[in-house]
């Protein structure tokens, strides 16, 4: 059974720094992208970042500079740090495992992430 878990959100101020964790169980973990979505209230889900299975990251133009996402294949673990956090940035983050054919096919549950003005 597949498990993404995510862990780290909370409440902070503007300006201030989270590190959110996911990690995985039941899947070839090396061979996945991995990749942080969020979903504000009232709003579709959007992309934030991924990282591939060879390393290589994209971002969203909303968090380039700010946030930085990573992978340890060896604890099956996936991070995002985010940084100078805005109230903007508030949303559930979640997690998801994107295979070969460019699918998240499967997602956490979801962290959430607070940032008061």
């Known amino acids: 059974q597949v498990q993404l878990v995510e862990s780290g959100g909370g409440l902070v101020q503007a300006g201030g720094s989270l590190r959110l964790s996911c990690a995985a169980s039941g899947i070839a973990f090396s061979i996945y992208g991995m990749g942080w979505h969020r979903q504000a209230p009232g709003m579709q889900r959007e992309f934030v970042a991924v990282?591939?299975?060879?390393?290589?990251?994209n971002y969203a133009d909303s968090v380039k500079g700010r946030f930085i996402v990573s992978r340890d294949n060896a604890k099956k673990t996936v991070y995002l740090q985010m940084n100078s956090l805005k109230p903007e940035d508030t949303a559930v983050y979640y997690c998801?495992?994107?295979?070969?054919?460019?699918?998240?096919?499967?997602w956490g549950q979801g962290t959430q992430v607070t940032v008061s003005s």
């Open positions: 998801a495992a994107r295979n070969w054919q460019g699918v998240y096919n499967y």
């Open positions: 990282v591939s299975s060879g390393g290589s990251r």
